[in-house]
């Protein structure tokens, strides 16, 4: 696993434990940065889970949109912080290109949720990749 897939993990850890324990993701991360008790945060993982916090209403307002039959309180904590960070990447992270930021977090899906969840995400992500030009134009 690459450096930033390591990454993109962390942050998804991140996102997932912040969720659960209803705390702020930044301020999260922010305790664990520097923490002799935990491993370094790699500088990506701090891009993605900042990224992910300052645009989470459009980006949760986007997955609701775009989901079918799916609530967001409905999707499983992991898909949700995975769609999260990969909507993240797909429309804000312009060094990612659209194909790796699909493909990453359909890696992380297969890797810590559900047999279903890597199609899920795929097929959430992509649909919306179809409009990401347009969505990039009015950010």
Do not use: C
């Not at 450096?3 to 991140?14: E, T």
């Not at 967001?72 to 912080?81: E, F, I, K, S, T």
């Not at 990453?104 to 409009?131: C, H, W, Y």
């Amino acid at each position: 696993m690459g450096a930033r897939s390591k990454a993109r993990k962390r942050a998804v850890d991140l996102l997932f434990e912040a969720q659960l324990r209803k705390v702020d993701p930044v301020s999260l991360l922010a305790d664990r940065v520097g923490s002799p008790d935990v491993p370094p945060v790699n500088d990506y993982t701090v891009t993605l889970v900042e990224g992910v916090q300052t645009h989470l209403a459009r980006i949760d307002e986007l997955l609701a949109e775009h989901s079918e039959g799916w609530t967001l309180d409905r999707m499983p904590a992991v898909d949700l912080a995975v769609l999260r960070l990969g909507l993240y990447e797909l429309l804000w992270a312009s060094d990612v290109p659209d194909a790796v930021a699909i493909d990453e977090a359909v890696q992380l899906a297969k890797m810590l949720s559900t047999d279903d969840s890597p199609r899920f995400v795929n097929g959430l992500l992509g649909r919306i990749a179809t409009i990401a030009d347009r969505l990039r134009a009015t950010l």
